[in-house]
């Protein structure tokens, strides 16, 4: 499954909204269970990817609030609302569908 | 809470065989609950899944890469390695182990799924370097 992310970088200011969309290849709904198997991760340089969401829309523990994921199928939005200096990063979403197990090309949030 | 620690040499000559290893704290590769994961990541083609060993030694690898990957478990070390043969300059990368727990979803009382959840806790990662 490729997993494609947009845009490929963007910058935003300060408290400001962060928008992030990720596509994949085909579904990821699992239908018998209706959960989607894709999860979203945070990379800050020297650092590995911490998860931030999974099954699309659930933050892990100790994830702030400001981020938030929705979307079901194959289109998915990873939302930061209210940019912290702390969230500039690398963010990449991720399937765990079917394997191989892929991830998006990520996609680099800088202040404006 | 989980500890992942990779280990290995950091310069690899072409041809050879890459070794890492993953040493795990908090947890046990012993667990039927989770999977055990090498990936990489390049420039070039960002985040990369290789396989991952679970239930003490069953395996699943990337197609694109079963053919020289091996990945075993030391459970008397709680230890996880990665070798990967006849390598080139395009194995060069930042390998990380990670951990996959297991989700299990019940949508009755006698029919539930599981598998593997999403990466939740990996090591710090170690650059390997692939030249003559």
């Known amino acids: 499954i490729v997993m494609t992310q947009s845009p490929d970088s963007l910058a935003v200011s300060l408290g400001e909204r962060a928008t992030i969309n990720c596509k994949s290849s085909q579904s990821v709904l699992y239908s018998s269970t209706n959960k989607n198997y894709l999860s979203w991760y945070q990379q800050k340089p020297g650092q590995p990817p911490k998860l931030l969401l999974f099954?699309?829309?659930t933050r892990d523990s100790g994830v702030p609030d400001r981020f938030s994921g929705s979307g079901s199928g194959t289109d998915f939005t990873l939302t930061i609302n209210g940019l912290q200096a702390e969230d500039v990063a690398v963010y990449y979403c991720?399937?765990?569908?079917?394997?191989?197990?892929?991830f998006g090309q990520g996609t680099k949030v800088e202040f404006k | 809470q989980v500890q992942l620690q990779e280990s290995g040499p950091g310069l690899v000559k072409p041809s050879e065989t890459l070794s890492l290893t993953c040493s795990v704290s908090?947890?046990?590769?012993?667990?039927?609950?989770?999977?055990w994961n090498w990936l990489r990541q390049s420039p070039g083609k960002g985040l990369e899944w290789i396989g991952y060993?679970?239930?003490?030694?069953?395996?699943k690898y990337n197609p694109s890469l079963e053919s020289r990957v091996t990945i075993s478990v030391d459970t008397s070390k709680n230890q996880f390695s990665l070798r990967l043969n006849s390598v080139t300059a395009a194995d060069t990368a930042i390998y990380y182990c990670?951990?996959?727990?297991?989700?299990?979803?019940?949508?009755?009382?006698?029919?539930?799924?599981?598998?593997?959840?999403?990466?939740?806790?990996w090591g710090q990662g170690t650059l390997v370097s692939v030249s003559s």
């Open positions: 060993i679970y239930n003490s030694g069953s395996t």
């Open positions: 990670a951990r996959q727990s297991t989700f299990r979803h019940c949508i009755s009382s006698t029919t539930c799924y599981t598998g593997p959840n999403s990466f939740d806790f």
């Open positions: 908090g947890g046990s590769v012993s667990s039927a609950n989770d999977y």
């Open positions: 099954w699309a829309s």
């Open positions: 991720h399937q765990h569908y079917e394997g191989p197990w892929t």
